[in-house]
């Protein structure tokens, strides 16, 4: 009895959580063409008028650490999502920034062939004749 309350515990958290992560991803905006030299504090400043900031996030290269030209940004409602997307076609550094909502990608999983994968034999990629002829 201990383990299958345990399961639906689980299983419950696993549904708590994809529900959390569901509720950022609406209260997200993708901000792309973002200038290499630009901060988290001055992309705050930029979208300070649109609503309460909860996170600001701008991906990095992980082998030299340069910032990848464009950020992730979090709002503490969901209605300062649409005012964000106002900001739009903005210049900010020189660069045209492009404020989208946030998406998910959902990964698509392949359908296996129904042949499976059929290894040959060394014989069958061998020559039948050697190149090497004396005579």
């Not at 992730?72 to 020189?94: C, H, P, Q, R």
């Not at 920034?97 to 040959?120: D, G, Y």
């Amino acid at each position: 009895m201990d383990n299958e309350e345990k399961k639906v515990e689980t299983k419950e958290e696993v549904e708590n959580v994809t529900n959390e992560a569901d509720e950022r991803d609406k209260r997200s905006i993708f901000i792309g063409n973002v200038d290499y030299s630009t901060s988290t504090e001055e992309l705050r400043n930029l979208f300070k008028e649109c609503g309460a900031i909860e996170r600001v996030t701008i991906p990095t290269d992980k082998f030299s650490g340069q910032p990848k030209g464009y950020a992730y940004l979090e709002f503490v409602d969901i209605s300062s999502v649409s005012k964000a997307e106002s900001v739009n076609d903005k210049n900010f550094k020189g660069r045209k920034l492009k404020v989208l909502p946030k998406r998910n990608n959902i990964p698509k999983i392949k359908p296996r062939s129904s042949r499976p994968f059929m290894r040959r034999s060394y014989s069958y990629f061998r020559p039948k004749y050697s190149r090497y002829r004396p005579y």
